[in-house]
């Protein structure tokens, strides 16, 4: 039977596979949720059909990042799986719900009259910040640690919620609406992309400050992460990443002022990566914080082996027409209804 | 405290009730997706406007179940997890990787391609176009295949070793993915679909007969159902009792149940109806065909049926939900039968399209395929219990370490919102019937071509004159 164990490191690679596609699930279904957060402020009813027509072709693309995000730890890290879904049992339930509520809103709207579309639009907005903010507390909770106890999640219901959780769920939400203003500068044009850009630089304070707010928290909440980012001589080569960081926001910063269009999105994505580096340079090697380890989590080397072997036949695919999928869909988004 | 306030049966429930609600949707999405492409197949193919016009029409009652599909879907994926860890912890090695694949070569590729289909008809030539719809139509036909792989799995486990803590290991993947029930349960899966949409179609389209409307395309459209319901009809059944045999090799104790037979017996009736008491251990008010259960598990008037007393009573299913669950997918086949014959008679006799009784009963019959359906889940899968995976890890060990609480709140969550949902789903889904397609003004020549006159099946599928 397949086993790649001999030769290749596969917990490694198939961290290397999840964090991929957290990273592109987080870049755009982030954008459209975004879109969604920032709907309700929208000046007028064209703008909005112009918003939700920028993304319609491709939300549901989007989110199947999300599904393979479940998919993939479920296979890949059974063990991971089985602690961390029952310990965030509340937050992904709430997390679901926003989902439905704005996934259906995209079709109910297209086929509503005008005095329920409101309803649909409400729908689509609080579900987009809701669906935002429970990630962001999921990720919070999670990086704070799990109570664990003979591999199994070993506490409460509520244990969660912490401020912490509710501060990384502010900033993702933050975080996505940036994603989403700068998105929508690319795709629009005159007073929507106007109003688009006022948005992103209100947003870009806010996203910098909570930003800041989560980087110098996380290293008292473990000596290992404290000790990871400020002893010497560790500090001087993570060092890079906050410059880095300070770099890409004042290109972000002027990039919106200087009416760019497509470089503002790229930049916040930009940062954003650079957000998830410093997230994993805390955590490593810890798939949960400092109870279990990529490794301990892993599959069978068979049950790797196979999937390896699944992925990379089937992902450059996927990437290909995900790919004609944007090309199919390029340019700016229009008012009018897209069905024929 | 009461003994349903445990966390193990309200994660039952809940995971009945959510993928209930989920299932009505694939299964109408890959009827619906295959019919889209067959119609925009036919409108390249002879460029008659009226398969454009029903195809524009149809996608957009289409994006209304998948969206529905997608986001109930979503759901699915993280339940596993959040109330099934135990499950999910000890058969993630054999059963994750066949649903990564699922993700992998089916989701994306439905979910992709549906922008295109949905909104690319003027951004894409016709071919990407219908290339665009073939690949939601594949898509949606893969992710049946790995879905009910894994399925079919929990029910007859092979390939697989277990450690020391009960973990499941893979040892043979062939094994694993084509295990005894997997090409009895799809294929009996996907006819299902398939009828499923051919019966909420011609219930469409016979209302617009009933009511003189849209009457061209009401015609394609029942006629192209009605053809599905006679071809597939008797296919499914074939493939249902197929698959009823390969369950009593497999897991007779369920077959006992669905018979509601409790003593072995050479010879044995098959009861129509009755009450099973599994106090008492016997079917009350049974009226019986006799030597019909030996003749069709066994193909002899007296061959020998177990009964449910063989088991012990731990090991016995609920035998009610599933003597009655089968039964109502019994009656809903029999009443799609007697659908598909009288088809048959009236189109020969040339009135298949005159509005009358028979579109009315159609018009009754357009949810009896989603029920026979949902009829034909439960029996096998509460019929599978106490086991979740069959004769080796017990639903009750299963569950997460979450409490009651905690479960309560996402079931009662779930039914307000999937209440809501639902509701509003079938309300546009009604709202795009009662508004029906665009015609176009080629009516005026509508009785030169093939339509009009009492037609052939070639009229249909292949042209006009």
């Known amino acids: 039977m397949l086993d790649f164990s001999n030769t290749l490191n596969l917990p490694l690679i198939w961290g290397a596979i999840i964090l991929l596609a957290i990273a592109i699930y987080v870049i755009l279904d982030g954008f459209d949720l975004g879109v969604g957060i920032l709907f309700l402020f929208a000046p007028s009813e064209e703008c909005k059909n112009k918003m939700i027509n920028s993304i319609a072709p491709f939300w549901d693309g989007n989110e199947t990042w999300l599904v393979l995000g479940g998919g993939v730890l479920f296979a890949a890290f059974p063990m991971a799986y089985a602690i961390i879904s029952p310990a965030v049992y509340l937050p992904i339930l709430f997390m679901l719900v926003a989902l439905i509520f704005r996934g259906v809103a995209f079709e109910f709207r297209f086929k509503a009259s005008a005095e329920y579309r409101k309803i649909w639009d409400m729908s689509f907005h609080y579900g987009s910040v809701f669906a935002a903010f429970m990630q962001g507390v999921i990720l919070g909770s999670i990086v704070q640690g799990v109570s664990v106890d003979n591999s199994r999640f070993a506490g409460k219901a509520f244990d969660w919620l912490s401020a912490f959780s509710v501060v990384t769920g502010i900033a993702l939400v933050m975080g996505y609406a940036l994603l989403g203003a700068t998105w929508i500068i690319m795709k629009s044009s005159a007073t929507t992309q106007n109003w688009a850009r006022r948005v992103a630089s209100y947003l870009i304070v806010h996203v910098l400050f909570f930003m800041a707010i989560v980087c110098l928290w996380m290293p008292f909440i473990d000596d290992a992460i404290y000790a990871r980012w400020f002893l010497w001589p560790n500090c001087l080569y993570v060092a890079v990443i906050p410059l880095v960081t300070i770099y890409v926001s004042s290109r972000l910063i002027h990039a919106i002022r200087a009416n760019y269009e497509y470089e503002p999105f790229f930049m916040t994505i930009a940062l954003f990566m650079l957000g998830f580096l410093g997230l994993l340079i805390s955590l490593w090697p810890y798939i949960v914080p400092r109870s279990v380890t990529f490794t301990q989590a892993a599959a069978s080397p068979k049950s790797l082996s196979i999937m390896l072997v699944g992925v990379t036949i089937a992902l450059p695919v996927i990437l290909l027409y995900t790919g004609y999928n944007y090309y199919v869909f390029r340019g700016k988004a229009d008012a009018a209804s897209m069905y024929k | ?465």
């Open chain 2, 1 to 465: 405290m009461l003994d349903w306030y445990n966390p193990v049966f309200l994660s039952r429930v809940q995971f009945a009730f959510v993928i209930s609600f989920h299932i009505i949707f694939p299964a109408l999405t890959i009827g619906l997706a295959s019919w889209l492409a067959v119609l925009e197949a036919l409108w390249l193919k002879t460029k008659h406007p009226i398969y454009k016009e029903i195809f524009h029409h149809w996608v957009k009652i289409f994006s209304v179940c998948f969206g529905m599909g997608v986001v109930s879907g979503v759901v699915m994926s993280y339940q596993f997890g959040t109330n099934w860890s135990e499950f999910s912890y000890k058969a993630g090695n054999v059963i994750g990787p066949l649903l990564a694949f699922e993700v992998l070569t089916a989701f994306f590729l439905e979910a992709s391609f549906l922008g295109v289909m949905l909104f690319g008809w003027d951004r894409v030539s016709e071919r990407a176009h219908f290339f665009a719809t073939l690949m939601v139509a594949i898509g949606t036909c893969v992710s049946s295949f790995w879905i009910l792989s894994v399925n079919s799995w929990m029910h007859t486990p092979a390939g697989f070793i277990k450690d020391a803590s009960g973990v499941f290991l893979p040892a043979s993947w062939m094994e694993i993915i084509f295990n005894p029930s997997f090409l009895y349960r799809l294929t009996h899966m996907l006819l299902a679909a398939y009828l499923s949409t051919a019966f909420f179609a011609a219930a469409v389209s016979a209302g617009y007969l009933l009511k003189k409307k849209h009457i061209a395309h009401a015609r394609v459209i029942f006629a192209m159902s009605m053809f599905i319901v006679v071809s597939l009809t008797p296919l499914q059944i074939i493939a249902g009792h197929a698959h009823g045999i390969n369950t009593l090799k497999h897991q007779p104790v369920k077959v006992a149940a669905m018979e509601g037979i409790w003593d072995s017996e050479h010879g044995a009736p098959f009861k129509i109806i009755g009450w099973p008491d599994s106090k008492a251990e016997t079917t009350r008010y049974s009226i019986e065909i006799p030597y019909a259960s030996s003749l069709v598990l066994t193909n002899s008037l007296h061959g020998k049926v177990r009964g449910l007393k063989e088991w012990e009573r731990a090991e016995r299913p609920p035998v009610l939900v599933v003597f009655w669950s089968f039964r109502i997918m019994l009656a809903m086949a029999t009443l799609m039968l007697l659908v598909g014959i009288i088809a048959v008679v009236k189109y020969l006799n040339k009135t298949l399209f005159k509005a009358g009784h028979f579109h009315k009963f159609c018009m009754i019959m357009g949810p009896s395929g989603l029920l026979a359906l949902l009829a034909g889940w439960v029996t096998t899968e509460v019929g599978r219990q106490p086991w979740v995976i069959y004769n080796h890890l017990l639903t009750k060990n299963a569950a997460s370490a979450v409490s009651a609480y905690e479960v309560s709140i996402s079931l009662l969550a779930f039914i307000l919102v999937y209440s809501i949902v639902f509701s509003a789903g079938i309300f546009y889904i009604f709202k795009l019937i009662k508004k029906g397609p665009k015609a176009g003004d080629w009516h005026d020549d509508y009785g030169t071509h093939g339509l009009a006159h009492p037609l052939t099946i070639y009229d249909i599928f292949l042209g006009h004159k």
